[in-house]
């Protein structure tokens, strides 16, 4: 039988708490930054801009872009944020066709001078940023009023009047790019295309599974390389004979099903590990703790296997390792609270889950 | 080093990228030798002029514990100046580096407690108040793993190396003089910043793997090991990682995954790790580039390259960044906030920018903070808190000024492979013939000759502090380290254009990350000599700051 979560996690964790490690403090140790949002932008307002923009409509990414711009910073001005997020389609734009040999290095290298000159004006210009907001017919990023090529070819970098470079930069021929380009393969999962978003995989739960035991469970679960060293790396009062063994990390989910066969998906869990202070209750807000932290784990599904119940998938965290890298993140919080999504082989991204599991550690 | 290109082990590389820095693998980054060696030689320098110095003036130097150990000899290093004898300035520069030996020990080491205490080694066990002792009074030196690492992280057998092993203890490190050791580490530590940087993906609508996929299909042949190799990959090409695709398909096959592959998925949150810290660690100091935001612009990969010409390997980065819409997370990086620098040095200020503005773009079309400017992060908290952890920043940024591709802003010119060479040739060039049973020391009369041009270098720069403190009045203890970085980057940059540009190869960064990486890395064999040219104008300003540093409280 295996020992789930809860219960396991409260005490494997405590017992890892046992050992001593390296103290935080210091101008070596610093605390996680602060980060506004885990993804660089409000996520209420990039599901408000998904909203309004349906993925089949004409120019949806460029439309989406210009909303999603707003999204990325306080008080951003609507015209700034229409060029910059039409700035950033040309440059994926533009990078897609550099790779599809569609650009020559040259016409890449210009394009992208040229965006990145007129991101930066529209930046500190406000009238300019507004002019090619309200027109800007060719999408050259020249305002109509001041554009004397009007039909400027699209991605072509421009002079000032809006007129096509008649000089390139000098830049590495076309071969040697796609030589590069070709030699290190760049993207994808073929069995993915067509596929649609995948679903979004349901938490389940995240522990400890313990049935792997072989000998009584140690404190620290040192890596191997300290086996047998006349020390007691686990804490147990006794000098170790051979190694100690401990459990594996075991995350449980119900997975994505409506995805082409051999199409792969990889599970993002993210972890929110947040440290609510070891103090008494009274005591609280306690004056140390961890600011919440955001943490990432992906598997992919090929490594699933069997769920402890039907229609579930189980992930697990085997080696040391891993295991002790796991350990440490989780060292300085108390508290876990964790959702999962999934991307396919495409790149398409389902949505997140629901925020699950609550999870009570104690690492302190 | 080489701090933006720094050689790693994939699974160190990898590892940082993953679950951020708090679980990220060891990076045992080879350029972390020259980080850390170019320190200590400075550092080791400085006591053999102050113990000569002490010497010719019959004076003692603090307690007995400072004095030079018996049978000790000079090496001579108190020689006149180049420009002539007497010179005072020379002598008083001797005096002044003299002085700055016990200053320097009696910083404030800084490191945190060890990972691992007890050490498995029975002699060592924690000091109390640790992070606040004196270098000079440290038990132990360390490696560079020390706070990365997942060990004891001390150095029992640490010794100053060739001639300096003269002043050590016989046999290795029992309770010798560990400040030249610990400035070293700090120096190096720099690349382990991870909060430095954070990325995020932008939203896409349709999702950048699927609009991309058109153009790749032709290429894959491994469906399981396709969606990570150019992830894996793109770290590469950024900073570092061996033998990219090879270790992607294992990856495919790996039974965990956790510490391979966690993070590395565009779409999936916050990316950070160790391969992205590197990003802040670049200075064009070319003519005719934007510098949009600094005097000299940091890393921008439109302008990247020399005269601007984008090396096939930048020009993949920049589609890589673009595509993807990997963009730096402003709120959640520590480099806007600590590298974008307005004070009253003299040097020109930073353009401020705001959350928006570094999110605006990716990072393909992000400048970045220069080096000065990390330098200047560093120098700024060591002035307030004598703490040799500050140093790191300056000493590090003094390293990557004496890198000539960091003075390019390029990923690719021969980026890695010159830094991989000289990573290679490092014995050789600190110790002029490689150490061997025949030359337990090497080439002695060339150490000390190569200490004598340190110095002659350092007190160059010194005259280059000192000019400044002039001309500021009321910063008679302070360093313009942003000057210092700058100018020591220019110098460095003037020196390979004299000599043809010999460091700037179009092909090599391709092949090293096409075929063979010891074969690009062997187009710089034949220019040893000239390495060491510039790492010892490096450690030759960085001898000169220190004895500035020093001065500061």
């Known amino acids: 039988m295996r020992a789930r979560l809860g219960g396991a996690v409260v005490a494997v964790l405590a017992a890892l708490a046992g050992c001593r490690h390296r103290p935080e403090g210091g101008p070596g140790e610093k605390p996680p930054p602060s980060s506004r949002y885990a993804e660089g932008a409000d996520p209420a307002c990039v599901a408000d801009a998904r909203a309004k923009v349906p993925k089949d409509a004409p120019d949806a990414e460029r439309r989406f872009q210009e909303l999603y711009s707003r999204c990325l910073g306080p008080d951003i001005d609507s015209a700034v944020a229409v060029v910059t997020g039409r700035i950033e389609v040309d440059t994926q734009r533009l990078s897609r066709q550099l790779l599809e040999d569609k650009l020559t290095p040259a016409q890449f290298v210009a394009g992208m001078r040229d965006r990145g000159r007129k991101l930066v004006r529209a930046e500190r210009e406000n009238e300019y940023a507004h002019a090619v907001a309200e027109a800007d017919a060719d999408n050259d990023l020249i305002p109509d009023g001041q554009d004397r090529c009007p039909n400027t070819p699209e991605l072509a970098a421009t002079d000032a009047n809006g007129c096509p470079l008649n000089k390139l930069p000098e830049a590495p021929s076309r071969e040697s790019v796609q030589r590069l380009i070709q030699g290190s393969r760049f993207l994808v999962s073929p069995a993915c295309q067509g596929s649609g978003r995948p679903q979004t995989p349901a938490p389940v739960s995240l522990g400890f599974d313990r049935s792997v035991f072989r000998s009584p469970l140690g404190l620290c679960f040192p890596s191997r390389e300290l086996c047998n060293d006349g020390v007691d790396n686990d804490c147990n009062d006794q000098v170790d004979e051979g190694c100690p063994t401990r459990p594996v990390v075991e995350i449980v989910v119900v997975p994505v099903q409506n995805q082409p066969a051999g199409c792969l998906v990889m599970y993002q869990l993210e972890l929110l590990l947040m440290d609510t202070g070891k103090c008494a209750p009274e005591e609280r807000p306690c004056a140390t703790t961890n600011r919440p932290t955001y943490r990432t784990l992906v598997f992919r599904s090929f490594e699933a296997q069997p769920g402890p119940t039907p229609g579930t998938i189980r992930f697990v965290i085997s080696s040391d390792s891993a295991f002790n890298h796991f350990h440490r993140v989780l060292r300085g919080f108390n508290r876990l609270r964790w959702r999962a999504r999934a991307i396919n082989g495409s790149g398409h991204i389902s949505d997140w889950s629901e925020p699950h599991f609550d999870v009570t550690l104690n690492l302190h | ?553």
């Open chain 2, 1 to 553: 080093m080489r701090g933006g290109t720094l050689k790693r082990h994939t699974h160190a590389a990898l590892g940082l990228l993953g679950l951020a820095c708090a679980v990220s693998m060891p990076a045992h980054a080879h350029n972390k030798l020259v980080h850390k060696g170019m320190p200590e030689l400075a550092y080791e320098i400085i006591k053999s002029v102050s113990w000569e110095h002490a010497q010719a003036r019959g004076t003692p130097i603090g307690d007995p514990s400072h004095a030079p150990p018996g049978g000790w000899e000079p090496l001579g290093l108190l020689m006149q100046s180049d420009q002539g004898t007497p010179d005072p300035a020379w002598q008083q520069f001797m005096a002044d580096t003299a002085a700055a030996y016990l200053k320097l020990q009696g910083l404030k080491a800084g490191l945190p407690s060890a990972r691992v205490e007890p050490c498995v080694t029975p002699t060592w066990s924690l000091p109390s108040g640790y992070p606040n002792e004196r270098i000079g009074d440290l038990p132990v030196a360390i490696n560079v793993d020390y706070v990365v690492g997942s060990g004891c992280g001390i150095d029992l057998d640490w010794r100053p190396g060739g001639i300096y092993d003269r002043g050590a203890h016989p046999g290795g490190f029992t309770k010798d003089d560990a400040t030249g050791n610990v400035l070293g580490f700090w120096a190096a530590s720099i690349d382990d910043e991870a909060d430095d940087t954070h990325i995020f993906v932008k939203v896409l609508n349709a999702g950048f793997l699927g609009d991309a996929k058109g153009s790749a299909n032709n290429f894959v042949t491994n469906a399981l090991a396709a969606p990570l190799i150019p992830i894996i990959c793109f770290a590469k090409w950024l900073f570092g990682g061996d033998d990219c695709e090879k270790d992607a398909h294992d990856f495919a096959n790996a039974v965990n995954p956790i510490d391979k592959i966690d993070g590395l998925i565009p779409g999936f949150g916050d990316i950070s790790g160790n391969d992205y810290i590197t990003m802040w660690h670049f200075m064009n100091l070319q003519s005719g580039v934007s510098n949009l935001y600094d005097d000299h612009q940091g890393l921008y990969y439109p302008e990247a390259g020399l005269d601007q010409v984008a090396d096939p390997v930048d020009i993949l980065i920049m589609a890589g960044l673009g595509l993807a819409g990997m963009t730096l997370n402003e709120s959640a990086s520590e480099g806007p906030h600590r590298y974008q620098v307005s004070t009253d040095d003299g040097h020109s200020n930073s353009v401020g920018r705001g959350t928006a503005t570094w999110q605006f773009a990716s990072l393909s079309h992000t400048p970045l903070s220069p080096l000065d400017n990390l330098a200047y992060f560093g120098w700024s908290r060591f002035r307030e808190d004598a703490n040799a952890h500050w140093l790191g920043w300056p000493l590090h940024a003094l390293g990557d000024a004496s890198a000539p591709h960091h003075l390019i802003g390029s990923s690719g010119w021969g980026h890695r492979p010159f830094e991989d060479a000289v990573e290679r040739h490092w014995r050789e060039i600190r110790f002029i013939v490689p150490l061997a049973e025949k030359h337990p020391e090497g080439d002695i009369e060339a150490q000390i000759a190569q200490a004598q041009r340190i110095l002659q270098s350092a007190f160059r720069w010194r005259l280059f502090i000192l000019k400044w403190r002039q001309d500021h009045p009321g910063k008679e203890k302070d360093v313009p380290i942003r000057d210092l970085v700058t100018e020591l980057g220019n110098q460095q940059l003037s020196a390979v254009a004299e000599q043809g540009n010999w460091p700037f190869n179009l092909t090599v960064s391709s092949e090293y990350l096409l075929s063979s990486e010891d074969a690009a890395t062997s187009h710089y064999d034949p220019f040893v000599d000239k390495m060491r040219d510039g790492v010892e104008d490096g450690t030759g300003a960085i001898l000169a700051f220190l004895v500035s540093a020093a001065e500061a409280h």
